[in-house]
């Protein structure tokens, strides 16, 4: 038997649950432009009806429906997305990050233009050109002059800004982290109130999308992956570490590395593990400042070493016009103030390294000879040593190429006395010191015997840098070699104060028999005039010409790809994103129209109960009981 | 269907109209700067040719003016030498007529006076120095004079005469690059360019028996040669006759010495190398530090000499009256000299106009890189404007369809 008021108890739920319809469509209204955001619905079903198939129920034919009930409000989603924008994000957050720097570092090489080290270097050997014209007079020597202070001006202001960059990166990687832990942080706490949300049996729709939202801005940041098999449990990992579990978060945090010019190394805090990202823009970010930026310095460093020891091999030869001899053009500053380049690599008090830049062997060699003799060198490289083997048909200069061809970390090179020059090159690895000679060997007798830098074949004989007096082991006194210099050349090359003092002692001939030349001399000048496009081998690269043209290439080419990819991932996320949007945004019409049925549904709920009240006003008030 | 949320339509706009105004703003500084590579990243391996290009193209400017400042010199150089050629011929006339028995002595001494005169002419012509003040004729002592004269008495002239002429210069030659490995002298030492005769210089110490006591090295006129320990004087003759000096020497049969002679007109430049003393051992260069050429052994016999040799000996028999010299050695002499100055002529004109040539070739090569850089660098305008055009066109059309389409929803339609 059915109530006389059920009627009212219908309408009431009808306009109840239409009014919630009302504030849900209200709320995604206003949460049109929310980033994040996903549209929400109410899933209205009919309640349970009164009348249970049990022996109670009335005779009255059923069953008779009780109204309307909000069963849920749910976000329309699409998980599987999700995790893909997520596996996407870091593609986004690495080519983004790395396409910004390579951008600066385009810039800072000022090429194709008339204000780069190239075209200073340009301007440099033109004065050497002149000079060579008008051996005697001054202002020649005041233009090489001239030139030379504002070319080592030029590659030192090319290595601040490259440094300047590397330096930048390092404050990015510290705020990145900062910023990769504040989100973990957040990511835990949000964890935590949806746990107790769900507990209570709601669903916590807005926290959920916040936490998505976090996720995505992290997925950006570093490369992770997303576990939530466990309902309760929430999980995120990145390169194998386990930041966020639930309700914990584990951040990063950032120390000094001694061993890379003190900038800094991100650590697992949990475990004191090093951290190497392989996503995301801090993946970006660390390759960029230890690898790419590094190593445009360290190869500026090596054409500026080169550039110095090539100039002032020349330059000693030869003759001011006030006959002195033996002056540098550029100044070199050693590693080490000792001349046998003797180290304390441990800091315990005692010598035990040697720091050796160049050797050069005391016999004279023919590039075109064919050396006559077999075996294999041991040289130096970035992991471990190199083998390269040598036939008795080879000629020096095939022996040469195959040195400077090999990742081995020398160069090779016959200088003008025609002996063997072995020259040290940037070390790729951290722990290496740069520019310095490391263990190099010889089976045969090509190093040994033939060249006549190291005193014997074998193992026995090699060359062993982590020793005091190291030079003292080559094959004798003849054996020229330099000490190593102070790191980052091209941070402090410079031309040599006595020269912008005195002038007239820049060297423009080389003299006769020990006798100074003449002042109508330019033959020194023409000499190093000529090395701009002599092969001088700084490493694999042959001429200067050669390095300008290929460092432009080569960053250049970083700064296509990063463009290209940067723009496919970016349409790769538009892609993914509206695929989402699709999905989850909100449409306004949708929702003006779902607002015109709700209305109308509460309108129709309205005057139910108004017929209701009518009905119970005619039994009350109108019945003549 | 896809299902299109209020907010992508706005997205969209926002993301490709982004993209387009980047494009657009690109193509104006292109376009704006006409500089095709902005950005090395443009075109990175254009970028790269460009550098190559440009570093040429200074290096070529630079040969250039190698060649300009070399063929200035070589116009200085040329004129000197032609100068003198015509005072040669005028003295030839001269010696010619002084030979002739008819004239008088006082005739004879009225020519040896003209001739003292075209002579100091002559040795100031070869002291004379180009529009920098350099020496042209002193190798690379460019800062003193060349030839240095010595006066003295002369018989039957009254005054100081130019009795000797030394050149104090040296043979060393300043060179120039011209092209890419190719160089070129800038100057020609006054001992060649002015010399008359084959030099001779005949030693008088006997070299039977002289063997080389240690390695050691000779130079013959700034080559070197190298002596083996225990050479006997046959080897130190061959050595010398197979280095690449112009200077050939021989055994005299009668002294048992060496004799050394230059093969073409120059003067000798013999010099001991660093503690060798092969020269000085076997009588050909004196003792002491004096420098080549005045440090020929004075035991030695030395014949040949340069045109003012020539031109003094010639006033000197004018003087004397001597008509059957005149017309003889002394003409001869003058004769030489005239041969040998005008083929060192011929020889300057010859590399002039390979400088010529070089100067030509590299002016080409100039425009030709210029031209080169230019495709990697410069911007096609043609292209350029029909490329923005287009852009305009393209971004004009998707803006006005978002201001249509965008501000519509169905608010718009209900009361």
Partial sequence: MQSTFSGIEIGKRSLINHNLGLSVVGHNMSNASSEGYSRQRIDLSATQPIQRAQLNRSASPGQVGQGVETSSIERVRDGLLEGRIIGQANGEGYWSARDKYIRMAEQVYNEPGDSSVRTLMDKFWDGWQELSVHPSEGSARKAVLERGEALTEGIQNQFKDLNRIRTMLDDDIRATTERVNSIIADIAKVNKEITKSEGAGDNPNDLLDRRDKLVEDLSSLVNITIDDRDPDEFNVHTSGFHIVQGGIARPFETVPNPQNDGLSEVVWEHSGETAQFRGGKMAALQELRDDTIKGEIQKLDNMAMNFIDLVNEVHNDGYGLNKETGTDFFVEYPRVLNALGNYDQTGDGNFDASYIFRVSGSNELEPQAQIGVEGTMTLPGPDGDVQLDYAPTDTVEDVIARINNSSAEVAARINRSNNLELKATPAEDDANPDFVLRDFQDSGQFLAGYAGILSGTGGENGYTYQQADAVQQLRDENVDFAVAPLQNPSGWIQVNEELKQEPSAIAASFGEEGRAGESGDGSAALEIAKIRNQPVNVGQISTFDDYFADTVAEIGLMGEESEQALETQEQIMKDLRDMRDSISGVNIDEEVSQMIKFQHGYQAAARFVTQIDRMLDTIINRMGV | ?415
Wanted: hydrophobic residues 35%; proline residues 2%; aromatic residues 6%.
């Fill in chain 2, 1 to 415: 269907m896809y299902r299109i949320s209020t907010n992508l339509g706005n997205d969209d706009m926002q993301f490709y109209a982004r993209r387009r105004e980047f494009e657009l703003n690109q193509l104006q500084n292109k376009m704006a700067s006409q500089n095709r590579i902005q950005q090395l990243r443009d075109d990175p391996l254009g970028a790269a040719h460009a550098t190559r290009y440009q570093s040429y193209g200074t290096r070529l400017e630079r040969f250039q003016e190698n060649i300009e400042y070399a063929q200035d010199n070589y116009r200085v150089t040329e004129s000197s030498v032609k100068e003198s050629v015509d005072i040669l011929q005028r003295v030839r006339e001269l010696a010619v007529q002084g030979a002739n028995g008819t004239y008088t002595t006082e005739d004879r001494q009225k020519m040896a006076t003209e001739v003292n005169e075209l002579l100091n002419e002559m040795v100031q012509l070869a002291n004379s120095r180009n529009a920098d003040g350099k020496s042209m004729f002193a190798g690379t002592k460019t800062d003193t004079e060349p030839f240095r004269a010595i006066r003295g008495d002369v018989e039957g002239a009254s005054g100081q005469l130019i009795t000797d002429v030394q050149y104090i210069g040296n043979i060393e030659k300043n060179q120039t690059e011209i092209a890419e490995g190719s160089f070129m002298d800038m100057n020609f030492p006054g001992n060649e360019m002015f010399w008359a005769e084959n030099q001779q210089v005949f030693s008088t110490t006997d070299a039977t028996g002289y063997q080389v006591q240690e390695d050691s090295t000779i130079r013959v006129d700034g080559r070197d040669i190298e002596l083996t320990q225990g050479d006997n004087i046959h080897a130190i003759i061959s050595k010398i006759n197979d280095s690449e000096a112009a200077v050939e020497a021989r055994l005299d049969p009668v002294q048992s010495s060496i004799v050394l002679e230059t093969t073409s007109p120059h003067q000798m430049w013999l010099e001991d190398g660093e503690g060798s003393t092969v020269f000085q051992d076997l009588g050909v260069i004196a003792d002491g530090d004096n420098p080549p050429p005045q440090n020929v052994a004075s035991s030695a016999d030395q014949f040949g000499g340069s045109v003012f040799d020539m031109v003094i000996n010639l006033r000197d028999r004018l003087y004397e009256g001597d008509t059957i010299d005149i017309g003889g050695s002394a003409l001869r002499g003058i004769d030489d000299g005239i041969n040998n100055v005008l083929s060192n002529l011929a020889g300057l004109g010859a590399k002039d106009s390979r400088l010529d040539m070089a100067g030509s070739r590299t002016g080409e090569e100039i425009d030709q890189v210029a031209e080169l850089n230019s495709n990697e660098v410069d911007v096609d305008m043609t292209r350029a404007v029909t490329d923005l055009r287009m852009m305009e066109h393209s971004h004009q059309a998707a803006l006005s369809a978002a201001g249509r389409v965008l501000p519509q929803t169905l608010l718009d339609f209900l009361r």
